[in-house]
């Protein structure tokens, strides 16, 4: 599996919500694998979360500077790199740590349509 950076933070906060049916159901299905432990490649660009996406179109994401610009935020504030192997509940801790604690979310992706269904995810954690 191939998981950009910034969609680390979106696992952690999914709560069944997205653009649409196929969207969900897809971001379902990665969430549970991911959480149960299976290994992913950090990836720049397209990734198994953007495969159902509406922004994806011809396989060109519509707000790439915006998703890029996450992206770097991510891998600075962890400490990643593209192409490595990871496991998720190893990136989780590291974000609770890291971004969650330091009111970082806001930081790196406060201009996603998102971003205030993620801070209430936080807020009630």
Same mark, same amino acid.
Request: some cysteine.
């Given at each position: @599996?191939? /998981?950009?950076?910034?969609? /680390? !933070?979106? &696992?952690? #906060?999914?709560?069944?919500? $997205?653009?649409?049916?196929?969207?969900? +159901?897809? @971001?379902?299905?990665?969430?549970?694998?991911?959480? #149960? $432990?299976?290994?992913? /490649? !950090?990836?720049?660009?397209?990734?198994?979360?953007? +495969?159902?996406?509406?922004? !994806?179109?011809?396989?060109? =994401?519509?707000?790439?500077?915006?998703?890029?610009?996450?992206?770097?935020?991510? =891998?600075? +504030?962890? $400490?990643?790199?593209?192409?490595?192997?990871?496991?998720? %509940?190893?990136?989780?801790?590291? +974000?609770?740590?890291? &971004?969650?604690?330091?009111?970082? !979310?806001?930081?790196?992706? $406060? %201009? =996603?349509?998102?971003?205030?269904? =993620?801070?209430?995810?936080?807020? #009630?954690?």
């Amino acid at each position: @599996m191939q /998981i950009r950076p910034h969609h /680390i !933070l979106c &696992i952690g #906060n999914y709560v069944g919500k $997205g653009y649409s049916e196929e969207f969900t +159901a897809n @971001m379902d299905g990665i969430c549970e694998r991911l959480k #149960n $432990g299976e290994p992913f /490649i !950090l990836t720049k660009g397209k990734d198994d979360v953007c +495969a159902a996406c509406p922004f !994806l179109k011809d396989g060109v =994401c519509k707000t790439v500077e915006k998703t890029d610009r996450y992206d770097e935020s991510v =891998c600075t +504030a962890l $400490g990643l790199k593209y192409g490595e192997k990871y496991v998720y %509940d190893e990136l989780e801790r590291k +974000a609770e740590e890291r &971004i969650y604690g330091s009111r970082g !979310l806001s930081f790196i992706c $406060g %201009d =996603c349509e998102w971003h205030d269904l =993620c801070d209430n995810v936080r807020k #009630n954690k």
